[in-house]
């Protein structure tokens, strides 16, 4: 869930940052330069499907965790990386054609986000819909369906196992993520992909909308996942308390050395 919550971050500084640029000062950082234009469209792709993906993964292991009695082999840290660094790779093969077949100048000065191969839009749109919202979505749905299923389950069981109870939260957490999923991001994915000419304030809103659904991940996984609540304030105090030692520290060397001190004048 940190992974999730670090690109649906990233996510933020693509189309949603220039269309704050545009609509306030007129100018769009995509279109900056060749670089940064072939970047940010390979992020504007890149980080949403890595986000749906990972909460597709994120399901799949709560299912697995409740309805087997024993640990699966991707409950290992070290599983969970691998797992998470083979999803991540086939989405950057998937989409790191943008890093050279898209946006060039067509005047100077004066650059397009478009492709010189191939007309990627509203090719790449298409394939947004699929890899972005349809398979993923169908594959949360059969897995939270399963969650659900076996939740119910449990609490009809007179002897509840204490390792499926603690589940219990983060299962109900992604529910919840899987519902907002349908309502927030897939109207505007299908907007853009087939009516991207169509009434412009209407896409414009789903597009907030959307952008609104990955936003309210962090906070939504704060107030409903007790784990990852605890994790984050850690995270946070964790300075204070580094401080606060090295401070203790500093208070119990000082007599030590006065200590010293004196010894070494009594002799």
């Given amino acids: ?4 919550a670090i690109f649906d971050i990233l996510m933020l500084y693509g189309w949603n940052i220039d269309h704050y640029f545009s609509i306030m000062h007129g100018f769009q950082i995509q279109t900056s330069s ?7 469209s390979f992020l504007n792709y890149f980080a949403p499907q890595s986000s749906a993906w ?52 067509i005047a100077p000065g004066k650059i397009t986000v478009l492709s010189w191969a191939f007309q990627i839009y509203p090719l790449w749109d298409y394939v947004n819909l699929g890899v972005y919202n349809g398979a993923p979505f169908a594959l949360m749905v059969i897995f939270n369906s399963g969650v659900i299923y076996h939740l119910i389950k449990l609490r009809r069981t007179s002897t509840i196992q204490n390792s499926r109870i603690q589940h219990r939260s983060i299962s109900i957490t992604l529910v919840i993520t899987t519902f907002l999923f349908l309502m927030m991001t897939i109207p505007a994915t299908v907007g853009f992909a087939f009516f991207s000419t169509s009434y412009r304030p209407v896409l414009q809103f789903l597009d907030g909308l959307l952008y609104t659904y990955h936003i309210l991940s962090f906070p939504l996984y704060i107030i409903t996942f007790d784990e990852f609540r605890q994790n984050f304030i850690n995270m946070i105090t964790c300075g204070r308390n580094n401080r606060r030692v090295q401070q203790e520290g500093i208070t119990l060397t000082a007599p030590q050395q006065l200590n010293t001190v004196r010894m070494n004048t009594a002799t």
């Fill in 1 to 4: 869930m940190r992974a999730m």
């Fill in 34 to 40: 060749i670089p940064v234009c072939r970047f940010c």
């Fill in 54 to 105: 990972l909460r597709v993964f994120v399901c799949w292991d709560r299912y697995l965790s409740l309805s087997r009695l024993h640990k699966t082999w991707f409950s290992h840290p070290k599983n969970v990386l691998t797992i998470i660094a083979c999803i991540m790779s086939i989405l950057f093969l998937l989409n790191c054609h943008m890093f050279f077949s898209t946006c060039y100048y």
